[in-house]
Every structure is written in structure tokens, then in C-alpha cells.
């Protein structure tokens, strides 16, 4: 157990739909990172926030975006789905979010669009 | 353009041999590279992190080179058991704030 949670573990949509996916991350963590996992495009960064900021993004779609609040927990919104957007959607967590640090991913979303 | 290719073929090997897994990159440079390993349907788990300046990192039967001459990292799992059949990924930092880019991974298979 990474002490990193996301929720929820599956979600099947329709397109077109909006979701928004969860995660909490390790106790003391600052930095939240987002990625997308699809079996032709491999683990993809969308996006970084450190303690409430935007620290960097990936190719993160426009109809995507995400927020990290006040107690550190973040959340995704996908929004438009398209069947591409089917995929495991997983969040990371590290200490300081400066180089040279381990991250720790949760047990992912499973995102299926129909 | 910048890459970071693993043998997208599954690397088979049989209980207790040492198992070499290959990561090339190309227009980057990186100040450390990390290795994660990943079971089906799991978040990626952190094994290993060596710093550009370290040709060699060791933990327990794990080890890991780092030659950045040759833009290349070789990970080695000695005596290797079924129990470490997983997908194995290697990771860049592209901006020194923890973006990082994956290579595609590679399966490893142990056979008893």
C-alpha cells in the first residue's frame, strides 16, 4: 500500500459525459502529479501541483483540467469524453516535488468510456 | 526528437539467472533516472533512483547502471524468482521538478 488512495476504482461513462476522479495523497506529501495509462500510449504525464499550485504540465488535453485544494487533495476532471479517453488514470505523490525524489502512485481509476 | 525506448518484447528467463533489462534515451539529459516496477492492472512502485553521477546503485538483489556517454541504463535482478515477473519501466526527469517520462516498459517473465 502506497498510502496514496484515488476513487473512485472504476467508473463507466458515456460519451460525451463529464467525470471527476479523486485522490488523496501520502500524509506529508506536497506534490500530486496525474497520468494516463493506455495500452498503445504507455504511462503519460497530464499534469503536476504542488502544495495548491501548477507546477508543470504534460500534453494534457483542453478538456481536461484538475485543482489540488487546501488539504492536498487533488482532483481530475475529464470532461467531452471520447472513447480514447478510456484508460487507468493514475495519481502519484512525493515530498518536496524537487528532483531526485521517489513518487508513490495509487491503485488508479479505471476509466471506460462507452 | 526525444525518446526513451525499453524492448517492447517480453524478456524470459528462468528461476534464479539474472535477468538485464535495457533503457536508451535520446535528446535528453537527464540528472537521474528511476526504475519502477508494475503488475497488471497496479500503480508503478519505485525501486530504484541513480543520479548522474553514480555509475552504479545496488539494493538487495537489484541493480542498476546508469553510463550517460551512452545515454543508456541497464537494470539487473539477480537470482531471479517467478515472484518478480512484473513490468519493469524506466523513468526521466525532462524539467529537474519531477516531470517524468516513462519508456514503454518491458515484461519480464521468470519461469520456474
Known amino acids: 500500500d502506497s498510502g496514496v488512495t484515488q476513487t473512485p476504482k472504476h467508473l463507466i461513462t458515456a460519451t460525451g459525459q463529464r467525470v471527476t476522479l479523486r485522490c488523496s495523497p501520502r500524509s506529508g506529501d506536497l506534490s500530486v502529479y496525474w497520468y494516463q495509462q493506455s495500452l498503445d500510449q504507455g504511462l503519460q504525464f497530464l499534469i503536476q501541483?504542488?502544495?495548491?499550485?501548477?507546477?508543470a504540465k504534460g500534453n494534457i488535453l483542453e478538456r481536461f483540467s484538475a485543482q489540488q485544494f487546501p488539504d492536498l487533495h487533488s482532483e481530475l476532471n475529464l470532461s467531452s469524453l471520447e472513447l480514447g479517453d478510456s484508460a487507468l488514470y493514475f495519481c502519484?505523490?512525493?515530498?518536496?516535488?524537487?528532483?531526485?525524489?521517489?513518487?508513490?502512485f495509487g491503485p488508479g481509476t479505471r476509466l471506460t468510456v462507452l | 526528437s526525444q525518446k526513451i525506448e525499453q524492448n517492447s518484447e517480453a524478456l524470459n528467463i528462468q528461476e534464479g539467472k539474472t535477468a538485464t533489462l535495457t533503457c536508451n534515451y535520446t535528446?535528453?539529459?537527464?540528472?537521474?533516472l528511476q526504475w519502477y516496477r508494475q503488475d497488471p492492472g497496479r500503480g508503478p512502485v519505485f525501486l530504484l533512483l541513480i543520479r548522474e553521477n553514480e555509475k552504479e546503485k545496488r539494493k538487495e538483489r537489484l541493480k542498476v547502471t546508469f553510463d550517460t556517454t551512452l545515454k543508456q541504463s541497464l537494470f539487473h535482478i539477480t537470482a531471479s524468482q517467478p515472484a518478480d515477473s512484473a513490468t519493469y519501466l524506466c523513468a526521466l526527469d525532462e524539467t529537474g521538478f519531477q516531470k517524468l517520462v516513462f519508456g514503454t516498459g518491458t515484461r519480464l517473465l521468470v519461469s520456474p
Open positions: 535528446n535528453y539529459s537527464p540528472a537521474y
Open positions: 501541483y504542488y502544495n495548491g499550485e501548477e507546477r
Open positions: 502519484a505523490s512525493s515530498q518536496p516535488g524537487l528532483a531526485g525524489y521517489e513518487q508513490f
